[in-house]
């Protein structure tokens, strides 16, 4: 989506080339190369353990994973899949608090409070928030009762975000207010919904665990999936409202944003008056956008249908996937240096 952490990791390669093939490379492992051998695993455990042992009892279906891994895998390869957990663990977290310091820093302390000091200085700051940040991730956690809960949490926080993270490339209106509000809206609504399941717990006269029960509205108990359709509209509609409210950006910064990025998209009002020469990967990116979910999603359902012997759908699938990675290649990685 072109937020926080990906635009870091996009900004630390060594030209435009390395970052494209970069994100290419992130999303073709993360969606089709990940997510099967969890499948599998899931599969087997399946097949395997069809009925929890007792000793499992309190993981419940959780118990699948750890059962296979122990009963098939030896000492060394035990090792080596633990310390690939820890390593993955480590990995998402090193990301995000460096994500929430540098948010605190450029965006707070720096703008607000600090604005001339030296490098040295921010950098001595930033590690003081790394340290606050992960005792209060420490205190979170052991107040969370379900992982993939507080997941659902998060993701529902910032799913009215969505659109603005893309449309802010690419519609010269977008300021920051529209993130702001896309983003508030998103929290406000999420916290009202777990405040909701909270009262209703209460007042049915259990014990309420942080995200451990979903809210009930018009007799519905709302899933992540029923959230989502009420947290995602309510955001669109007063983000959208707020673009349109308050000011857009300055035009000499956009039109200096659009020199440097060269996103296409809607930009006439910016761009309206000099010449201008898009870049490869900003010219058609609507073409480029379908080329790439055909690939991603090719390469993800075709693995799949390999995998459970569905030959003739993987074969139509993987040629969905070369379509989109030639016009990937065709129409933006051959022409940059």
């Known amino acids: ?23 290419l490379w992130f999303n073709l492992a993360h969606y089709a190369l990940r997510v099967w051998p969890w499948i599998i695993v899931a599969v087997v455990s ?35 899949l633990i310390v690939s957990f820890l390593a993955a663990f480590m990995s998402t977290i090193d990301t995000h608090l460096n994500w929430g310091a540098s ?20 950098v001595f700051v930033g ?18 009762q379900s992982i993939s809960k507080a ?29 702001i509000t896309a983003l508030g809206t998103s929290i406000l609504v999420t ?21 451990g029960s979903a809210p009930v509205l018009f007799g519905i108990s709302l899933q992540v999936h029923h959230k989502l359709m009420i947290i995602v509209p309510l955001a669109i509609i007063a983000w959208v409202t707020a673009t349109f409210l308050t000011k857009p950006e300055p035009v000499e910064k956009l039109k200096e944003f659009y020199d440097r990025v060269q996103p296409g998209g809607w930009w006439e009002p910016v761009i309206a008056g000099y010449t201008h020469t898009l870049q490869p990967v900003s010219h058609g990116f609507f073409i480029q956008w379908i080329a790439g979910i055909l690939m991603i999603y090719g390469f993800t359902f075709g ?6 012997q569905n030959y ?19 129409r933006s990685l051959s022409k940059l240096n």
Not at 203 to 208: D, E, F, Q, R
């Open 1 to 23: 989506d072109g937020g926080g952490y990906i635009i870091q990791r996009m900004s630390s390669a060594k030209n435009e080339r390395h970052a494209l093939l970069a994100t």
């Open 46 to 80: 399946i097949v395997m353990f069809p009925f929890i042992p007792e000793s499992y009892s309190e993981l419940g279906v959780k118990a699948g994973y750890p059962l296979v891994m122990n009963t098939l895998l030896g000492p060394g390869m035990k090792g080596i």
């Open 103 to 122: 948010y605190l820093i450029n965006d707070v302390y720096k703008r607000f409070y600090k604005p001339n000091e030296s490098d040295t200085h921010y």
């Open 127 to 144: 590690k003081i928030f790394t340290v606050v940040l992960m005792i209060l991730a420490a205190f979170t956690a052991m107040k969370m």
């Open 151 to 179: 997941w659902e949490f998060i993701f529902s926080m910032g799913a009215g975000i969505g659109l603005v993270l893309i449309l802010r490339w690419f519609w010269w209106r977008v300021n920051a207010w529209s993130e």
């Open 191 to 211: 916290i009202s919904l777990e405040i909701l399941a909270w009262s209703q717990t209460v007042s049915a006269g259990k014990v309420y665990e942080l995200f």
């Open 303 to 308: 693995i799949g249908n390999l995998i459970f």
């Open 312 to 330: 003739s759908m993987s074969v139509l699938l993987f040629g969905c996937a070369g379509i989109g990675s030639y016009l990937v290649w065709n």
